[in-house]
């Protein structure tokens, strides 16, 4: 009997409740990934500043600084430690696209959301290809962000949605082998893939940010942010600025205007981050739903063993965080579903 198929509104309500049932999860996962690249640019800016404050004290007590390429070095350790913050919880946030596609198939079959080591270990033994892949991605925003390719850059937005999922589930693909697969799979399928990416994308790029912006601007909690960062923009040039949109009959500016444009992009911005394991699961359902004929396909022939290359590669990951015993269950989702027998 064959499963009946999922339509695009059911996997999106899927996807839903599974990122809030195990939402406490997803926010300890993501908090570092997230907060991390916030407190390292943070970082960077205070030590800038600071240091650009006191650089002709610096200058006139200390001759060594009148030398440019000192000038240079001491620039680029201010920023060092804060930069170290930030690239390191960058990573961590790309690596958490690939990380929840495998989290993905424990949650459907045990319900369960655990080792994650053992998750992001599994995007990790493939660095060179993921690094890879995001290269590709790279290139193609940047060329998306020119306006005259913008029309078919959002139709190949919808074609390639599925390349990290493809990269999760199939890591016997080049990055290139990846596009082309997601491309494969949504041929025929680009209205529903649309919907939903309309769908999350209103959810969470739109609706959750505001919703958690207007629940703090009644609050107090965005003024009383953009209250600590006002005295800094208050030394920007707000006069000439002003001087200069008049001339375009803009409105003016404020120093208040953009404290509070700050923090409140900001934690649009936040909020937009901490809901990527609600686009990965979501995603990872729309690819399972559209491969799952290919799959049949291709692993009924195999008699000696029925794993996927994915399925190898974490069994791999865990026992790098399996300690000393030696004789752990095959997989995580088997783990899972003996804890589920036994209770």
Not at 109 to 127: C, Q, V, W
Not at 227 to 251: G, H, R, V
Not at 310 to 316: N, P, Q, T
Request: aromatic fraction near 14%.
């Amino acid at each position: 009997m064959t499963k009946k198929n999922k339509t695009p509104i059911g996997i999106f309500t899927e996807a839903v409740g599974l990122y809030f049932s195990n939402f406490t999860s997803f926010v300890k996962y993501m908090s570092f990934p997230v907060l991390g690249q916030i407190l390292g640019l943070g970082i960077v800016f205070l030590c800038t500043y600071f240091y650009s404050k006191n650089l002709p004290f610096l200058i006139e007590k200390y001759s060594v600084f009148n030398n440019f390429h000192i000038l240079v070095l001491m620039s680029v350790l201010v920023a060092l430690p804060g930069m170290i913050i930030f690239t390191k919880a960058f990573w961590e946030y790309l690596i958490a696209y690939g990380a929840v596609n495998s989290m993905l198939d424990n949650m459907l079959k045990s319900g369960r959301l655990y080792d994650f080591n053992a998750h992001t270990e599994l995007i990790k033994r493939r660095t060179g290809s993921f690094i890879g892949l995001w290269l590709l991605f790279g290139i193609f925003s940047l060329v998306a962000s020119i306006p005259f390719f913008w029309v078919p850059a959002a139709v190949l937005a919808v074609y390639f949605v599925l390349i990290f999922q493809v990269f999760t589930y199939e890591p016997e693909l080049s990055p290139v082998g990846c596009i082309k697969k997601s491309v494969n799979l949504i041929k025929g399928h680009f209205g529903s893939t649309f919907i939903l990416i309309a769908l999350v994308g209103l959810l969470t790029w739109v609706f959750i940010p505001q919703i958690v912006n207007n629940t703090f601007d009644i609050v107090g909690i965005n003024k009383f942010f953009a209250s600590l960062i006002l005295p800094f923009s208050e030394i920007l040039p707000l006069k000439e600025i002003n001087n200069y949109l008049i001339q375009f009959q803009m409105p003016v500016i404020t120093a208040e205007s953009i404290a509070m444009f700050i923090i409140s992009t900001t934690v649009a911005q936040i909020m937009i981050q901490y809901t990527l394991p609600m686009r990965s699961l979501l995603f990872g359902m729309w690819y399972k739903e559209l491969n799952k004929d290919s799959i049949i396909k291709v692993e009924k022939p195999k008699r000696k063993s029925s794993k996927r290359s994915s399925e190898i590669l974490m069994e791999e990951s865990h026992k790098k965080y399996s300690g000393k015993s030696k004789k752990l269950d095959r997989n995580i989702l088997k783990r899972a579903m003996e804890k589920d027998d036994n209770e």
